[in-house]
C-alpha cells in the first residue's frame, strides 16, 4: 500500500545530550533538538499481520494535524519545529475514522464488550499508552512513561490500512444513524483533536459551570473544538480571540458566541467589555504563541473580577511564558499544562457529545487526496484560512 511518510536526518544540536528513553539515531523525546532536514516521500509498505489483541482497519477519513505540519517544517537551520517525541521515518497521520476489516480473538469492543465485528467503524486514540508504569498506573496515561504515539514514533494513518491495538480503538458506530456513513467517517477523524481540547478545558481545566465565561485562544483545530466544548458545558459567553476571518467565522458556527480579531482590537479590554469587567472562568492557551498573548491573559485576570482563572497551556511551543507571579497570587489564579487525550473517560464522552448533536463538522475545510498531503502540509505552514484538511482518497 501506498503511504506518506517524513524522513528526517538525526543532527543533534550542540550541547544536545540523550535522554534515558532516546534511542541514538532512531527516536527521542525532543524532536526540534535533533531532527534535521525533513522531507515526504510516498513509500510502499506491507500490511502486515495482526497479532490477538489488534485491529486491522480501512482508513476512511485522516486530518493533518499542526503537528504533522511542524514535523515536516524546518526553521532557518533546518531543524523541525516539532518539539515532542518522534521517530523517522515513519508514515504519519493520527487524526483517523476507519472500518474494521480483521481483528483478533482478543481485540474487545469497549462498546460491546465482545470482539470486534468487520465492518464496525471506529477512531483511535493516538497515545499509545502502556499502562504498566507509574504515570499509567496513576491513572494518567497521557504521561506514558513508554509512550509510542501513532504517525509521530510509529507508522500512522496517512494510508490506505493501519493496524491498531484494541485497546485505543473505540466505536463510533453511534454517530451512523444520526449523521450517515459518509459524514461518520468525517467526525470520527475530528474525535482525536476534539478530545484533545476536551483533555484541556474539561479534565485538566476543571470545566466550568453554567453561565460562566470563557477565553478561547487561537481556533485552529483544538481551540475551535474547544469553542465547541465549553458552548456544550454552558458557558455564557465563549469569547474567541483569532486573526483569520474564515476562522472566526467557523468558531462562531460551532459554539464561540463572539469572536474578536487580535489585529484590530486589544484582547483584554474586548474581553471585559463582553463580561462587563468580570473576567474569565477559564482561559485557554492554543496559539502556540505564550510570549505575544500572555500580557492579554494577565491582563484580563488582573483587572477583571474573577478570582480563580483557570489559564491551560495546550499548544505545543518552544517559547517561555512571560509568567508575573504576583498576578496569580493576587488573583488565585492557575496555570495548568495539558497534553494529550487518553484516560478520564475522555474519547467516549466526546464521541457522546458528537452524537448527542455537537457537530464539529465545519471544522473539516478541504478534503484531499494521499498524493495532496506534501503540498497542503508546506501550504499550512503559512496559511491560516484553512482549519482541518482532511485526506479521503487513500487510493
Not at 476512511?60 to 521517530?87: E, W
Request: charged share 25%.
Amino acid at each position: 500500500m501506498r503511504t506518506v511518510s517524513l524522513f528526517a536526518s538525526w543532527d543533534p544540536k550542540p550541547g544536545f545530550v540523550l535522554g534515558q528513553k532516546d534511542i541514538e539515531g532512531k527516536l527521542t523525546y525532543l524532536g526540534s533538538k535533533v531532527w534535521r532536514n525533513p522531507y515526504i516521500k510516498i513509500v510502499e509498505k506491507e500490511v502486515r499481520d495482526i497479532k490477538p489483541s489488534e485491529v486491522l482497519i480501512e482508513v476512511k477519513a485522516c486530518g493533518i494535524c499542526g503537528s504533522d505540519v511542524h514535523m515536516r517544517q524546518a526553521d532557518k537551520d533546518g531543524y523541525i519545529y516539532y518539539p515532542g517525541l518522534t521517530a523517522f521515518p515513519s508514515t504519519l497521520g493520527h487524526e483517523f475514522s476507519g472500518q474494521v476489516v480483521a481483528a483478533g480473538e482478543l481485540a474487545i469492543n469497549k462498546r460491546t464488550n465482545k470482539r470486534f465485528e468487520i465492518g464496525e467503524a471506529v477512531c483511535s486514540e493516538e497515545m499509545m499508552w502502556c499502562s504498566c508504569c507509574r504515570p499509567c498506573s496513576d491513572g494518567f496515561p497521557n504521561h506514558c512513561e513508554n509512550l509510542q504515539e501513532i504517525g509521530f514514533s510509529c507508522d500512522g494513518a496517512y494510508a490506505k490500512y493501519i493496524v491498531v491495538d484494541s485497546r485505543y480503538l473505540w466505536s463510533i458506530e453511534g454517530l451512523r444513524k444520526k449523521y450517515g456513513e459518509e459524514k461518520m467517517w468525517l467526525l470520527g477523524s475530528l474525535v482525536e483533536p476534539t478530545s484533545v481540547a476536551y483533555n484541556a478545558v474539561i479534565v485538566r481545566g476543571g470545566g466550568i459551570c453554567p453561565g460562566e465565561n470563557v477565553v478561547v485562544l487561537g481556533a485552529g483545530p483544538v481551540g475551535a473544538a474547544a469553542c465547541a466544548i465549553l458552548s456544550k458545558a454552558g458557558a455564557a459567553n465563549v469569547i474567541l480571540s483569532e486573526p483569520s476571518a474564515s476562522r472566526r467565522e467557523m468558531a462562531l458556527s460551532i459554539g464561540a458566541t463572539h469572536a474578536i480579531d487580535p489585529t484590530k482590537v486589544n484582547v483584554a479590554e474586548a474581553v471585559l467589555d463582553i463580561t462587563n469587567g468580570h473576567g474569565a472562568k477559564l482561559i485557554l492557551e492554543a496559539t502556540g504563541l505564550p510570549s505575544v498573548v500572555w500580557k492579554d491573559v494577565e491582563r484580563i485576570i488582573w483587572e477583571g473580577r474573577a478570582v480563580n482563572t483557570t489559564v491551560v497551556v495546550v499548544a505545543r511551543a518552544d517559547d517561555r511564558i512571560p509568567a508575573n507571579g504576583e498576578v496569580y497570587q493576587v488573583r488565585r489564579a492557575n496555570i495548568v499544562g495539558a497534553q494529550g487525550h487518553s484516560g478520564h473517560g475522555t474519547f467516549p464522552n466526546v464521541i457522546n457529545c458528537i452524537s448527542s448533536g455537537m457537530d464539529v463538522s465545519p471544522m473539516i475545510t478541504k478534503k484531499i487526496k494521499l498524493d495532496e498531503v506534501e503540498k497542503n502540509l508546506v501550504m499550512l505552514q503559512t496559511d491560516r484560512d484553512e482549519v482541518k484538511i482532511t485526506v479521503t482518497d487513500f487510493e
